[in-house]
């Protein structure tokens, strides 16, 4: 069974801080892997999608990272901001059906 | 543009009693999905359709049915509620060339 892994569930950290949020999963014939954030009591927000061919893809501040051999992917946030505090979800699509991990409860504090 | 809406915002049911889950997309995306998200499960997929007459089942389909009512519409129906189907619903839809998944706001259902 396709199993998708995020640890921690929750990090704390202060403003202005570089961090990484991990992503693990277990297919390894994975299509794309996408990483969303989601406000308390909102809708998930797209951020960035790797293709199983791509290594990295960026967005502003954000990096993300993929590595289909070890069954894992990364989240960089550079200088993070209060504004960043929100939970950051993983998921990963094989035959256009996404798997999400639990997610990681981000707090940045000011 | 609204990109994906969903009807209603917050309902509760009583046990037994049925409903409808309205989502709509104003993006011509041929893919949608129903998930619903429960506290320490994730999001876990209910059904999706990949184009216009066509829904196929996901990880948790049981109690209930799904209509494709057009490329923009696709409900979702809970003919008898159930407290287990406690939850909040997202709708979401994704295009032929860009995958990425875009959701909706969420319905948030409660059963008695």
């Known amino acids: 069974k396709q199993e998708v892994t995020q640890i921690p569930a929750a990090l704390s950290v202060p403003e202005g801080e570089n961090l990484v949020l991990n992503c693990s999963f277990t297919d390894s014939a994975i299509y794309n892997l996408q990483w969303f954030r989601q406000d308390p009591g909102k809708g998930l927000t797209s951020l960035l999608l790797?293709?199983?061919?791509?290594r990295e893809q960026t967005s502003g501040r954000l990096n993300a990272s993929l590595d289909k051999s070890s069954g894992r992917s990364t989240l960089y946030i550079a200088a993070s901001q209060p504004g960043d505090s929100a939970t950051y979800l993983c998921a990963e699509s094989a035959t256009n059906k996404l798997i999400f991990g639990t997610g990681t409860l981000l707090a940045v504090q000011p | 543009n609204a990109g994906v809406t969903q009807t209603p915002k917050f309902q509760v049911l009583k046990t037994g009693q049925s409903m409808t889950l309205q989502c709509a997309q104003d993006m011509n995306h041929n893919s949608m999905y129903w998930y619903r998200q429960d506290p320490g499960m994730g999001l876990r997929l209910i059904y999706y359709s990949a184009s216009e007459g066509t829904t196929d089942k996901g990880e948790v389909p049981n109690g209930y049915n799904v209509s494709r009512l057009n490329k923009r519409e696709f409900s979702l129906r809970l003919e008898s509620a159930a407290p287990s189907q406690t939850s909040v619903y997202f709708c979401?839809?994704?295009?032929?060339?860009?995958?990425?998944?875009?959701f909706g706001p969420g319905t948030r259902l409660l059963v008695l």
């Open positions: 979401a839809s994704s295009g032929f060339w860009d995958e990425t998944q875009y």
């Open positions: 790797i293709q199983s061919s791509q």
